[in-house]
């Protein structure tokens, strides 16, 4: 069984509301879907999203890298697991970076060999825990209306909170964090996310010191990403757990930060890694090493969210997930299912996600096909 074809769809996924974190916003979220055709019939489906601050990618560019450098060189490969290796190995050839383009190939590959196989992917990558929950994601706001929509959340049935901080002086982000964990009142983790906002040891340090006993599970990539160094100073200042995000690019990385002891937790993303492959392989590197695992989201469609969640569910050290994009979007091209505050994972084989053909159609702004040449 080989790939023969290729269809690259570049949608607007629209949000209900504006999405904020430190250093960007965004009123409808680009991305990339890739659907690969077998010359037996299967169809899989993948999903990159780039983001320019964190991966080095723009959407447009994504779709120019696999119309005409990636998806040639996947065309022809046998549709087998033994495949996953030297696919890729050619990718890494072919060309540097571009994770996220990298992701919808290994997705939609992965995708393929469940159906093929007649399993769900989790089982594929190893097992299946089916108990997966999900925080409700909270954008950077003002301090009152971060706390209501923490109460809402908890409400609705949510049992913990993220929300993002990283605008502005660090003492409105203390006050950001304070009203939300007071709304709480340890009735849940509130785990907070800087994206890089405090950008410096010193001033990051400042600020977790006021965050000690107040209910913070953990702070997220506090200062600039790749600054390893500083983010381990700012571990052995911390009274709460650190963990890396945007530094934790792939297993190099996740190497350097456990060496530093820069982190308690990493945040594995599958557009950061170039898919599910190097992701597992992350994870279980996180294990040996005693650092514990979240599987982060880059705001993805029901497709690349069911991915990480397979993930999630066949790695007993991947203790939490922050797979929420379906729910920001006012239209979705997926079917995945959330009941706050779990996610039920598709039995169907493969990723088990039915794409609405007429919602792709209705969200897409380009289309290109790639054809195997004979």
Same mark, same amino acid.
């Given at each position: ?42 169809? =899989? ?120 901080? =990283? ?208």
């Amino acid at each position: 069984m080989r790939i023969e074809r290729a269809v690259i769809h570049h949608i607007h996924l629209p949000l209900r509301q504006p999405f904020v974190i430190s250093y960007a916003r965004w009123e409808a979220m680009p991305s990339v879907v890739v659907e690969l055709h077998t010359d037996d019939g299967l169809v =899989g489906w993948g999903e990159g999203v780039a983001d320019e601050f964190v991966t080095g990618e723009t959407t447009a560019a994504s779709v120019e890298v696999l119309e005409h450098v990636l998806l040639p060189e996947v065309l022809g490969h046998d549709l087998r697991p033994a495949e996953l290796q030297r696919l890729h190995a050619v990718m890494a050839a072919r060309i540097g970076g571009n994770p996220s383009a990298k992701a919808a190939i290994d997705i939609a590959f992965h995708d393929l060999l469940g159906q093929q196989a007649g399993l769900v992917v989790c089982d594929l990558l190893g097992g299946r825990d089916d108990d997966l929950t999900y925080p409700s994601v909270i954008s950077i706001g003002e301090p009152e209306e971060m706390a209501a929509q923490a109460e809402r959340a908890l409400s609705s049935g949510f049992s913990a909170i993220k929300i993002k901080v =990283g605008q502005g002086e660090w003492r409105t982000d203390v006050a950001r964090i304070r009203a939300v964990c007071e709304a709480v009142d340890h009735r849940a983790p509130v785990r907070v996310d800087v994206n890089q906002g405090w950008s410096t040891p010193a001033v990051a340090i400042q600020a977790v010191r006021e965050l000690g006993g107040i209910g913070v599970a953990w702070v997220e990539e506090p200062i600039a990403m790749g600054d390893i160094a500083g983010l381990a100073e700012v571990r052995r200042h911390s009274p709460v757990p650190i963990m890396a995000d945007e530094s934790c690019q792939g297993p190099a990385t996740l190497l350097s930060i456990i060496a530093a002891r820069a982190a308690d937790l990493v945040n594995i993303k599958v557009m950061k890694t170039a898919g599910l492959h190097k992701a597992a392989q992350m994870a279980g590197i996180a294990d040996a090493a005693g650092v514990g695992v979240q599987i982060g989201s880059m705001v993805e469609s029901s497709v690349a969210s069911a991915a990480g969640f397979h993930l999630a569910a066949a790695r007993t050290v991947i203790g939490s997930t922050e797979l929420t994009g379906p729910l920001l979007f006012s239209d979705d091209i997926g079917d995945l299912t959330y009941t706050p505050p779990r996610v039920h994972l598709p039995t169907r084989p493969g990723l088990g996600v039915n794409v609405d053909l007429d919602a792709l159609e209705r969200l897409r702004i380009t289309r290109r096909e790639v054809v195997r040449q004979t």
